[in-house]
């Protein structure tokens, strides 16, 4: 149990790590966004680099809710379109990677990821 104590706050330093290098404006707050359009009976791949070739860290249904750097390709931040309407942050990241952060292995030890934002919209 106390290994899991340790985990959890050595994954809480490095989100505080991670998020303070993304700027000041933004170093407090994940965006929170959902899978969503998936054909059925498929999932949403997270990759490790921003590439559909790249190696497959996990596989998220849709409504399964993912936590955001609010970091994408394109120089687009999610933090910064997180007052517009929906369907148009949905289209600003269309075509996009975007950074998540999450515990692949469901073992406390969190890594970034890459998911398609074809496939994600605004919870």
Not at 45 to 61: D, E, V
Request: charged fraction near 15%.
């Amino acid at each position: 149990m106390m290994n899991f104590y340790i985990r959890t706050a050595a994954a809480l330093a490095v989100a505080s790590t991670v998020l303070a290098s993304a700027g000041q404006s933004h170093a407090t707050a994940f965006a929170a966004w959902q899978v969503s359009g998936v054909p059925y009976g498929d999932t949403l791949n997270a990759r490790k680099y921003p590439s559909g070739s790249s190696q497959k860290q996990a596989a998220y249904p849709n409504g399964a809710v993912l936590q955001m750097t609010g970091r994408c390709t394109g120089e687009i931040n999610l933090l910064d379109i997180a007052g517009q309407p929906h369907w148009k942050q949905r289209q600003a990241v269309r075509y996009r990677w975007c950074e998540i952060w999450h515990d692949p292995a469901r073992d406390g030890d969190f890594v970034t990821g890459w998911v398609y934002g074809k496939y994600i919209a605004p919870y």
